[in-house]
């Protein structure tokens, strides 16, 4: 399925670990740089921005293909303007092919296929279901799922993590009011069944390219959980998909249930990503934590904004003094201290690399046997035969 060289894959794991070394102080630079040079690898780019001046570049080379092809069509008049969508995803898809045939990953002008195609297949179902928004959602997440498949795009899963929420909304919609009711705690469910699905096969993952797809979701399960019983997020969706009027006075079914919920997640979160010392867990914590202190303020002003925001961060900045005052002689653990080594994998054999780097070897290529055969007497006398 995938359509990448599974060895240039595990090269590129390989060198983001020496990167990761060579930050942590384990090797110098010119050993990550002869390691770089013995190891192939994919048509890449690191550098953020200029991923996106090239993803504007695929995206104009993009546009000029569909609109030669829209030149070509316009003779059809009605007929190509059903199906010009359904093109245009093609043309995606066959662009993102040829990329990745030619080794382009993550570079730019493959993310502009990617994702173009994946957005003209949602448009083309749009236009033919006339906005049937479940059908749209999920060719949307099929396609944008394929595409995490095949190229291991993990912008193209984190639309299909969207498009299948999106799915599990519309389709409880399909049953009325009972479905726009349930619909808090059917998400609840649904991301805490995912988030330990992807949690356990996080665990007993044997190959690391699947390693930040399944961490994207695994975080995108965190945050859909929390949001899933906010109170804000329901009481509003209940006035918006519901018609509910809440009278002063008056409230949302459940509202302690909802209440305590937003109040007590974050709190778990934080526990859970100190003891686990779960980065990515850590600041989602921190993220609800504020959600959290809005969405209570939201509907009840206990003292005027400046007021709230000094007091605010009076208590953030003696909680940040202790902790660092507490935690920075700490050498093990929960510490104040920079990590070495802060994108660390148990996947990831360092040794191999330091050994690559040292001799120059390609991990992946077996030693030749040594020419010298101990089995008999035939080189110097040094076998278990009788002859010289």
Not at 25 to 42: C, T, Y
Not at 162 to 185: D, M, N, Q, R, V
Not at 201 to 225: A, D, P
């Amino acid at each position: 399925m995938i359509v990448h060289d599974k060895n240039l894959l595990d090269n590129e794991a390989l060198l983001e670990e020496a990167n990761s070394l060579q930050s942590g102080g384990f090797i110098s630079k010119e050993q990550n740089n002869l390691i770089k040079k013995e190891l192939p690898a994919f048509r890449s780019q690191g550098n953020i921005l200029v991923r996106f001046g090239f993803f504007l570049l695929g995206s104009f080379l993009y546009s000029s293909i569909c609109g030669a092809f829209s030149l070509i069509g316009m003779a059809g008049e009605d007929f190509y303007f059903k199906i010009c969508c359904y093109i245009f995803a093609a043309v995606g898809f066959g662009g993102a092919e040829l990329l990745a045939n030619q080794n382009y990953r993550n570079h730019g002008l493959d993310d502009a296929f990617i994702l173009g195609a994946i957005l003209n297949l949602g448009f083309a179902v749009a236009f033919t279901t006339d906005g049937y928004e479940l059908v749209i959602a999920v060719f949307v997440a099929v396609a944008s799922f394929f595409m995490y498949r095949r190229y291991l795009h993990i912008m193209a899963l984190a639309v299909f993590c969207l498009a299948s929420s999106a799915i599990l909304f519309y389709g409880l919609f399909e049953f009325g009011a009972i479905g726009k009711t349930i619909l808090p705690f059917v998400t609840m469910l649904f991301s805490a069944v995912f988030y330990f699905f992807t949690k356990k096969t996080i665990h007993n993952l044997t190959e690391i390219y699947y390693y930040n797809g399944l961490l994207l979701v695994n975080s995108f399960c965190l945050i859909l959980f929390y949001l899933s019983c906010n109170y804000l997020v329901v009481r509003e969706l209940s006035v918006l998909l519901l018609g509910n009027e809440i009278l002063p006075g008056t409230d949302i079914p459940f509202a302690v249930f909802f209440y305590a919920f937003t109040l007590i997640v974050p709190i778990v979160y934080l526990v859970q990503a100190l003891k686990t010392k779960d980065r990515i867990m850590l600041w989602i914590s921190f993220l609800a934590i504020g959600f959290s202190i809005y969405t209570i303020r939201f509907y009840y002003s206990v003292l005027p904004i400046e007021v709230a925001l000094t007091l605010g961060g009076a208590i953030l900045f003696a909680i940040a003094y202790f902790s660092i005052k507490k935690l920075k002689e700490k050498d093990s653990g929960l510490t104040f201290r920079p990590d070495r080594i802060n994108n660390s994998s148990a996947f990831l054999n360092a040794e191999a690399l330091i050994v690559a780097s040292t001799f120059g070897l390609k991990p992946e290529v077996k030693p030749q046997s040594s020419p010298m055969d101990f089995g008999g007497g035939g080189f110097s006398g040094g076998g278990s035969g009788g002859s010289f």
